[in-house]
């Protein structure tokens, strides 16, 4: 290459990785896979390489991509904080291995091997064993003081407990998200039509830099430990002494480390971490591979971006070619028409994969995604299936821009694209689609749990006109019923009983069943206990519901907005007038209970409850369910497959139950 060619390309290429950085550190929504970023990385660090003479001192393959914003203070790093080089092959790894035998004179290093979290980067400041300060990387040198936000981090203990704390010590880990949370918030934002997020490291990223404690509060985020910053008075010569301690002042931490000896040793880590990680709590991208010995890790020194004695390898992300046979749309029950796209199946990390979630008409337009193409399907953090990019070389000849129907395709009214939304709506309330939708979810166990009110039968009330609105349920007669393909008077009874049940359900489960936007089941509990009423809940002000826990100013308007909806009051009103009698939970609601105060962390499958069903039976029983389990954990509900958190919780002696023995306790 020419150095004419090489200036211009490096132009590009600084040009490129900082708007990427911008992306991916300030706004959380970056455009591309990391291994595609690290790529244009490393084509930068060849080409300055190859050419010194336009090696540049603020080159961004020389320093940390800076996730400061305005708006919040800053904290200087005692200890630098940096960032691990990545890569992607058992080769570079070797080569890894051989720069630290050179450079540390030792033939055959012990390696610690950790789960590489796919989080946000945070260090916190303990003095004399109190926590009091967490800040994100930055730019290396200073980052963001995001303490209060942090300190909504449930899992995080305010204090260390156990083995003698230093008497100050910055901790570093990954603030993350579980990918139940992940999903919970994705399905809000779709049905407020709302863009929805990519991956939970994106989400993450974004929640722990809102300057709304309140919003913070409402997304449920999880810390993990396993880094040392700057530390007075702390005596430790190995990575692997500094986990034990960690958990002992009953720290989160990584689920499993490997000590091993030499590089081959390292990999068969890094394979059996990859056999293993689906049961973490935690989403992992890679495995971290450090000298063990922290003297080593002294003398070995670091660049000034990345520490010469640790480096990330990287697990390829699975992808797979499939041909798009249709874009259909789907409507939610709040109006949102979402795309998906129907798929040639394809087998994709563990499982065949038919659709894919196209998101809205701007993300089809953007990719230019048509009916016909070849396109490259991956599990977006491994969680939901995304199309990538379109094979624009195997295009068929006769394809044509995907037109997003104007009108609703169920009940052909037309559609509208609010202010400030991404998604388009159905503006039709009475539109099938919609009330399947709601009557679904108002009859779903996380809801009113009208049992015998499945799928298939909303779906033949609605076409039968016999349900337009969540009240028409409360008129039903027995002979309607009888008029259902498959129903018999038993079970016309049955369901019957089952909705007569349903007027003196919990309060709680009334309010989730409305579907308010913004009001998931923990906020719906929250709302009955300090409210108590769907009429004192009705008239709350913005003030007042801004005052409970875990609700927001956006979470407060979208309550306020729905109530002041006089069709919506009128539903409540109509409900109430054909029975419906919430139970009150005023007052202590689990006054008593067994689990009151009592932490649980499930796993594996259980016999016949979800894990959606056991978790609401012991939260509606005053209980608390988290994502890992650690020494403050009170119970492990176990089903068949358990992994780690099952091996954890047996080391902590944490007591084990089942399905049988929890409903026993229930009892």
Request: a negative charge; glycine letters at 8%.
């Amino acid at each position: 290459m020419e150095f004419e060619e090489a200036r211009r390309r490096v132009g590009e290429l600084r040009q490129t990785i900082e708007q990427h950085d911008r992306l991916y550190f300030q706004e959380s929504n970056p455009e591309i896979p990391d291994r595609e970023y690290d790529g244009l990385k490393a084509e930068l660090v060849r080409l300055e390489a190859a050419f010194p003479e336009l090696d540049q001192g603020d080159s961004p393959t020389r320093r940390v991509g800076d996730d400061r914003l305005p708006g919040f203070a800053t904290y200087r790093h005692r200890v630098p904080m940096q960032s691990l080089d990545n890569t992607y092959s058992e080769e570079e790894l070797h080569a890894f291995h051989q720069r630290l035998i050179r450079a540390s004179g030792d033939e055959n290093p012990i390696y610690v091997v950790e789960p590489k979290i796919d989080g946000v980067a945070v260090s916190l400041t303990f003095e004399e064993g109190r926590f009091i300060r967490a800040v994100t990387r930055g730019n290396g040198v200073q980052g963001d003081d995001v303490t209060e936000n942090v300190r909504g981090i449930r899992s995080l203990p305010k204090a260390l407990s156990g083995a003698t704390p230093p008497a100050m010590i910055e901790i570093r880990g990954e603030i993350y998200m579980t990918t139940e949370e992940f999903q919970r918030i994705n399905g809000l934002r779709e049905e407020a039509g709302q863009a929805v997020y990519a991956n939970p490291r994106n989400l993450t990223s974004g929640t722990i830099k809102l300057l709304d404690r309140r919003e913070v509060a409402q997304r449920h985020l999880e810390i993990v430990l396993y880094g040392l910053g700057h530390s007075e008075g702390l005596k430790l010569e190995t990575q692997e002494g500094y986990h034990e301690i960690l958990r002992e002042w009953n720290l989160p931490t990584v689920e499993k480390i490997w000590t091993v000896e030499g590089i081959d040793e390292a990999w068969a880590a890094i394979q059996e971490l990859d056999a293993m990680r689906e049961g973490f709590a935690y989403a992992t991208d890679g495995a971290v591979i450090k000298l063990n010995s922290l003297a080593l890790q002294q003398e070995v020194g670091a660049t000034a971006k990345s520490p010469r004695w640790a480096i990330a390898y990287k697990f390829a992300a699975e992808r797979a070619e499939t041909v798009l046979r249709a874009i259909s749309i789907q409507v939610g029950r709040t109006g949102v028409l979402t795309p998906v796209a129907e798929l040639e199946p394809v087998h994709l990390a563990g499982t065949t994969v038919s659709r894919a979630t196209l998101h809205n008409a701007g993300e089809i337009a953007r990719k230019d995604v048509r009916v016909g193409d070849a396109v490259l399907v991956e599990k977006a953090g491994e969680i939901i299936p995304a199309v990538i990019e379109v094979n624009l070389a195997k295009r068929p000849s006769d394809s044509k821009p995907f037109e997003f129907p104007a009108n609703c395709p169920i009940c052909a009214t037309p559609t509208v694209q609010l202010e400030g939304e991404v998604a388009r709506r159905c503006p039709n309330l009475d539109c099938p689609a919609q009330v399947r939708r709601r009557v679904g979810h108002f009859a779903s166990k996380q809801s009113l749990d009208i049992d015998g009110l499945g799928e298939a039968v909303v779906d033949q009330l609605v076409s039968r006109d016999l349900v337009k609105r969540l009240s028409d349920l409360y008129r039903l007669k027995r002979e309607d019923l009888l008029e259902l393909e498959k129903f018999g008077e038993k079970s016309a009874d049955n369901l019957l009983r089952a909705i007569e049940i349903s007027k003196t359900a919990e309060l709680w489960r009334v309010i989730h069943g409305l579907g308010i936007q913004q009001v998931g089941a923990t906020t719906a509990r929250d709302l009955a206990r300090v409210f108590g009423s769907l009429d004192e809940l009705a008239d709350a002000t913005p003030e007042g519901l801004v005052a409970v826990e875990g609700i927001g100013e956006k979470s407060a308007e979208g309550i306020r907005a729905y109530f002041d909806l006089e069709a919506n009051r009128a539903l409540i009103d109509e409900l109430m007038a054909l029975g419906l009698k919430p139970e009150s939970p005023k007052g202590d609601e689990a006054g008593g209970s067994l689990f009151e105060g009592k932490t649980f962390v499930l796993t594996g499958t259980l016999p016949s409850l979800t894990r959606d069903e056991a978790r609401v039976k012991i939260e509606a029983a005053g209980g608390r369910v988290t994502s890992s389990v650690s020494r403050k954990t009170d119970f492990v509900l176990a089903g068949s497959d358990a992994g780690s958190k099952l091996t954890k919780a047996r080391k902590l002696g944490v007591e084990v139950v089942d399905e049988d023995r929890l409903m026993e306790m229930l009892a």
